[in-house]
């Protein structure tokens, strides 16, 4: 992704395995898995890679499926660029439901 772009980020999430970039003027989300220093370096890269890989696939093969997802435009190793998709996130859902759940 280019440099100009990620330096006007207008919202930066941390994760506990990524960090989520929201970029200004356009509708694209940067993922990008970050390295977690209590690993060995080896199996952490793999274990990024393999997951990022994982999760665009995932994603692109729920798209197949008819499921609404965002589209995914790039992919690197540890970083997946994708469409930004507005709506309410799944998080947020999660967390009502259980709200919901506690009250009956």
């Given at each position: 992704?280019?440099?100009?772009?990620?330096?006007?980020?207008?919202?930066?999430?941390?994760?506990?395995?990524?960090?989520?970039?929201?970029?200004?003027?356009?509708?694209?989300?940067?993922?990008?898995?970050?390295?977690?220093?209590?690993?060995?370096?080896?199996?952490?890269?793999?274990?990024?890679?393999?997951?990022?890989k994982s999760e665009a696939k995932i994603i692109?093969?729920?798209r197949r499926r008819g499921v609404p997802t965002p589209i995914i435009f790039?992919?690197?190793?540890?970083?997946?660029?994708?469409?930004?998709?507005?709506?309410?996130?799944?998080?947020?859902?999660?967390?009502?439901?259980?709200?919901?759940?506690?009250?009956?």
């Amino acid at each position: 992704m280019q440099e100009s772009l990620m330096m006007e980020c207008i919202q930066r999430i941390q994760c506990a395995e990524a960090v989520v970039e929201l970029e200004v003027n356009c509708d694209l989300v940067c993922k990008r898995r970050v390295a977690k220093r209590y690993r060995v370096k080896e199996i952490d890269e793999r274990l990024r890679r393999e997951r990022t890989k994982s999760e665009a696939k995932i994603i692109s093969e729920a798209r197949r499926r008819g499921v609404p997802t965002p589209i995914i435009f790039d992919i690197s190793d540890y970083e997946i660029v994708m469409e930004r998709v507005e709506g309410v996130l799944a998080r947020e859902v999660f967390e009502r439901e259980g709200e919901a759940d506690e009250g009956s």
